[in-house]
């Protein structure tokens, strides 16, 4: 399996581009910013050349690195990349200011200019400069030293620096997503488990498909993945290194075991266990394998899900007579009923930001993807469809990814939507696919 190396041994050499002379730093004119809100706004119109290269070689990797931007950007939301058709300067030096007026008169409000410049080694330097078109100053830059094979990972980087600078919030773009894929008929169907980045690149096969793979969650401290797999006999929870391959079942456990999910420090997994007709929640420590039981009903309780700090879960339980969402304390006790609204809820999953449940709901022949404050207010359905199901967080809290089954012969699809509500867009990947989990940002 081949090495996923880290940020650090991606990027190096890091170091901020400083603003040229004529070009000023200061904020005092109010630097373009997109307002992260509910309400409706438009998105900022933004020129993003290929970047400048000295090789044709280089200048195809140039372009491709000006792409992933533009449709990193695009894929947003927030960002409406201009048609380069439409560009009436051409840079050629990435070192000397634009010509502002030429970017003001299409429309632009931001310019990313950049440069990629191949070293004596073989390595490359990615250099980006960001500029507000309106007050003509320098919103960031920087420039990396990285081998050429990572030119995409360099793409998501500048992408999460431009998006940070510009909304005031964390990029999620130098992330990945694991993923079951499905292939074959679907009375034959063939499910792997599978890895791609957050845009649908870079796809690798982590499982055979011998054994059916369900509910893959990421680590969030270590390139482990945590999932359910039915071999022969009881389904069993394994751990899976992404980096070298290896895989270990994290304990034995009678009966079925049902949607593992790593707690925030890595250091634990939490699960569902059936025994007879019920399940509960039980928490197992990674280092000394001890299992500690959560909950203790004569229902059904599944799908716990970590707080970022922690110290509460929340999980699905048919405790009042269908599925809805309750909350507890991390190491269990009274749990605390939070969804009341029509139909039943399921899946649900603590934002990275501490401020949300996303869940899927199902009621008049619909099942949809929704978020909800953590204690139950403010419940805002996203999308909805003949079967949504299996909602997962960006790293940044943002934007939800779920998987939709159209019915009849056909597959599941991934898909993003804005927690907004808005931008509902398909990910692309090599053929059906269900139970996304996305990864933090790399390290």
């Not at 170091?15 to 000023?24: E, V």
């Not at 009923?337 to 603590?350: H, L």
């Not at 009621?363 to 909805?384: C, H, N, P, V």
């Amino acid at each position: 399996m081949p090495f996923r190396p880290s940020r650090r041994q991606v990027v190096s050499g890091m170091a901020a581009l400083g603003a040229f002379s004529g070009a000023s730093q200061a904020f005092a004119q109010a630097p373009i910013r997109v307002p992260i809100q509910e309400g409706q706004f438009a998105p900022t119109p933004i020129a993003i050349p290929n970047f400048v290269a000295g090789t044709p070689q280089d200048a195809e990797v140039g372009a491709g690195v000006a792409q992933v931007i533009t449709n990193n950007l695009k894929r947003s939301g927030f960002f409406a990349p201009i048609d380069p058709a439409a560009f009436i300067e051409r840079i050629t030096n990435p070192d000397a200011p634009p010509t502002f007026q030429s970017w003001k008169q299409i429309g632009a409000q931001a310019l990313v200019i950049g440069r990629m410049t191949r070293q004596a080694n073989g390595r490359v330097k990615a250099e980006f400069r960001l500029w507000d078109i309106n007050t003509q100053q320098q919103l960031a830059g920087q420039q990396y030293d990285t081998q050429a094979e990572y030119w995409r990972r360099i793409a998501h980087i500048i992408s999460d620096q431009i998006y940070e600078r510009v909304t005031s919030e964390k990029g999620y773009f130098d992330s990945r997503v694991v993923f079951v894929d499905e292939t074959g008929s679907k009375e034959r169907r063939v499910k792997r488990l599978a890895m791609m980045d957050q845009d649908g690149a870079n796809v690798r096969y982590l499982t055979k498909g011998a054994d059916l793979v369900l509910t893959p969650r990421f680590s969030p401290s270590t390139q482990e993945i945590t999932y359910m797999e039915f071999g022969q006999g009881d389904p069993r929870v394994y751990l899976l290194n992404t980096d070298t391959g290896q895989r270990e079942i994290v304990g034995n456990f009678p009966g079925m075991s049902f949607s593992p999910r790593f707690s925030p420090d890595g250091q634990r997994i939490i699960m569902s266990l059936q025994q007879g007709g019920n399940s509960n929640l039980f928490v197992m420590d990674l280092r000394s394998k001890s299992t500690t039981r959560l909950t203790d009903t004569p229902a059904i309780d599944t799908s716990p899900s970590y707080s970022p700090d922690g110290s509460r879960i929340c999980f699905e339980s048919d405790r009042g007579g269908k599925p809805q969402i309750y909350v507890m304390a991390a190491t269990g006790g009274g749990a605390q009923r939070i969804s009341f609204g029509e139909g039943s809820y399921s899946t649900p999953v603590w934002s990275p930001r501490g401020d949300y449940i996303a869940f899927t709901k199902q009621g008049g022949g619909q099942f949809a993807i929704g978020i909800m404050k953590t204690d139950g207010s403010g419940e805002r359905i996203l999308t909805s469809g003949y079967h949504n199901e299996g909602p997962t967080f960006a790293p940044n809290g943002r934007v939800v990814m779920f998987f939709r089954e159209p019915g009849g012969n056909g597959g599941p699809s991934l898909y993003t939507v804005d927690i907004s509500g808005r931008n509902e867009l398909r990910v692309p990947t090599p053929g059906f696919a269900s139970d996304p989990a996305w990864s933090p940002l790399l390290s």
